[in-house]
């Protein structure tokens, strides 16, 4: 299993953002995260990529218990859970190969990172366009980051989140600032690119729409619960719109809480 949650309950203050969650996530299988604002996605994908660490619960993330690793250990999952940040977290004022470059920190250690920085091997520059040239834009490795629009940004992120060679790819929210065409393009490319590489796929949005063409399961949360677990096809209308409708209804705090 990817990832199991037995019973997982996480609270932030008198916030309560996950409320006794269970979930199995196979091994190269694809996730859309579902749910209006404030129902807990982010926190799901925060537990699963080890950067918070549950109130209640049993978590494993590739059959590691984070909670048991030294921070040696803890720092070579990590290398493993690749995280495409909704802001995306780029450096905007250096070559796109410098961003790329920037998934591998976390396994090189300090001293080859100081190095790499001035002069990146001829391997590192290649593992680099290969990356770049999976997501479609090899050519821009020179370019200077911001130069780029945002969907080609977009794929500057997903090659530094490949570079990793993780087995875990998440993405929160990576359609949120992009037009339906562009949304779509990312999500194709996401579901594409972990098809291929074997990768498990888990990508938090809104647009359900979107989520029901590309996902093979589709996980709806609601107040930090799960509210439905189901293949497109399985998806009843109903479910679809309770989730959406509670959107409206959610208590006062969940508005008010942020990051
Ligand atoms: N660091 C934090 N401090 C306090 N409350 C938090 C924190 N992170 C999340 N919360 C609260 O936990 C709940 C779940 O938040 P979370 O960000 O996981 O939701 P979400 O589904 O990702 O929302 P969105 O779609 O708006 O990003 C919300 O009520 C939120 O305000």
Known sequence: MA????????????????????????????VALIGPSGCGKTTLLRLIGTQLRPNQGHLTVLDQNPALLDPGQLRKLRTRIAMIPQHLGLVPNVQVRRNVLNGG????????????????SPSETQRAFHWLDRTGIGEKIYDRTDSLSGGQQ??????????????????????????????????????????????????????????????????????????FDQ?????????????????????????????
Do not use: K, N
């Open 3 to 30: 990832i199991h949650l037995d019973q997982i309950s996480c609270s932030f203050g008198s916030t309560r953002a996950l409320h006794h969650l269970s979930l199995d996530i196979a091994v190269g299988e694809q």
């Open 105 to 120: 920190l976390g396994t090189i250690g300090l001293p080859r990172t100081l190095v790499q920085s001035i002069l990146p």
């Open 154 to 227: 977009q794929r500057v992120a997903v090659a530094r989140a490949l570079y990793q060679e993780p087995g875990i790819l998440l993405a929160d929210e990576p359609t949120s600032s992009v037009d339906p065409a562009r949304a779509r393009d990312m999500i194709e490319l996401l579901t594409s690119l972990s098809r291929e590489e074997g990768l498990t796929l888990v990508v938090s949005m809104h647009d359900l729409d979107l989520a029901r063409a590309c996902f093979p399961r589709l996980v709806g949360l609601r107040h930090g619960e799960v509210a």
């Open 231 to 259: 293949s497109p096809d399985e998806l009843s209308e109903e479910a679809c719109q309770s989730l959406y409708q509670l959107e409206s209804s959610l208590p006062e705090h969940h508005h008010e809480q942020t990051d």
